[in-house]
């Protein structure tokens, strides 16, 4: 895809006078938080995000893990970005974020198994941000994996680099070797998505699709308040979020433009 290409052959973190006329946005300028919700400056003070060379970078096993949200909101847009895992990492980037709230990863043992656990935290919002915890966001991720290195990304192509995570399969492995920055894109027109990495598209599909609900029906259980905010999708305009997964991941020379 040409178009590809071109929003990622100028220097990292700026726009060209063409990006520019088209109507792209810069998310991260290369060297501050400027825009995001700096996890820093909350109290306590989040440690799971830094800038590393020109990059958002996602600190591995921190001691309080949450995702980095951008203070502007979207609904229909273009985003491209550039991103690179650490040898046997997972992230994501998500979008159509419908909840966020906290879980303590310690009583998974508890519970049984983690969607479990999430159910109930989502329900009594008992879970407060502390050291410790996990802030989880409901919504729609661009899968950013080590395809070869992460036993997630073996179980198949729902989990692999590209993909809508566990909801539509990435049509063909296409994430460079660990360690190299990739390029991708996100489209979200209404219901429609498309996924692109290293400029080919790996997903095309619905977010009303029925399978997909079939899918966040299979993990969460249809009663289940994560399960009704990804089936019936009330907020239609949200922010973007990085996500931090406990390893390192790096992201830069990200924009957005409406459409």
């Known amino acids: ?11 990292p973190n700026r726009l060209s006078p063409d990006e520019k006329k088209q109507g792209w946005k810069l998310l991260f300028d290369g060297k501050s938080m400027k825009g995001w919700r700096d996890p820093s400056k909350k109290s306590p003070a989040g440690d799971s995000w830094s800038i590393d060379k020109g990059a958002l970078k996602a600190a591995k096993s921190p001691k309080l893990r ?3 949200f951008t203070l502007a909101e979207y609904g229909d847009f273009e985003l491209a970005f550039e991103w690179k895992i ?11 974020v419908q909840d966020r709230f906290f879980v303590d990863d310690r009583q998974v043992k508890k519970y049984g198994k983690f969607e479990t656990m999430a159910n109930d935290a989502i329900k009594t919002r008992a879970i407060t941000r502390t050291a410790a915890t996990q802030e989880y966001v409901v919504g729609f991720e661009f899968q950013v994996i080590d395809d070869s290195g992460h036993s997630d990304a073996r179980r198949g192509a729902l989990y692999q680099a590209g993909a809508l995570y566990s909801m539509l399969p990435a049509a063909k492995p296409m994430a460079k070797p660990v360690g190299e ?15 692109w990495l290293n400029g080919v598209k790996v997903v095309d599909g619905s977010l009303a699709d029925e399978s997909i609900k079939a899918k966040a ?8 308040l994560v399960y009704k905010g990804l089936a019936e999708r009330p907020k239609r305009k949200t922010p973007i979020t990085l996500q931090n997964h406990g390893d390192e991941a790096w992201f830069r020379n990200i924009k957005i433009r409406p459409l």
Request: with cysteine.
């Open 1 to 11: 895809m040409f178009v590809c290409g071109v929003l990622f052959a100028a220097e």
């Open 66 to 68: 949450e995702d980095l």
């Open 86 to 96: 650490s040898p046997g990492g997972n992230s994501g980037l998500k979008y159509q």
């Open 181 to 195: 920055y990739n390029q991708a894109r996100v489209i979200v027109r209404g219901d429609k998505i498309e996924h």
């Open 217 to 224: 029906a299979a993990r969460w259980t249809t009663d289940s």
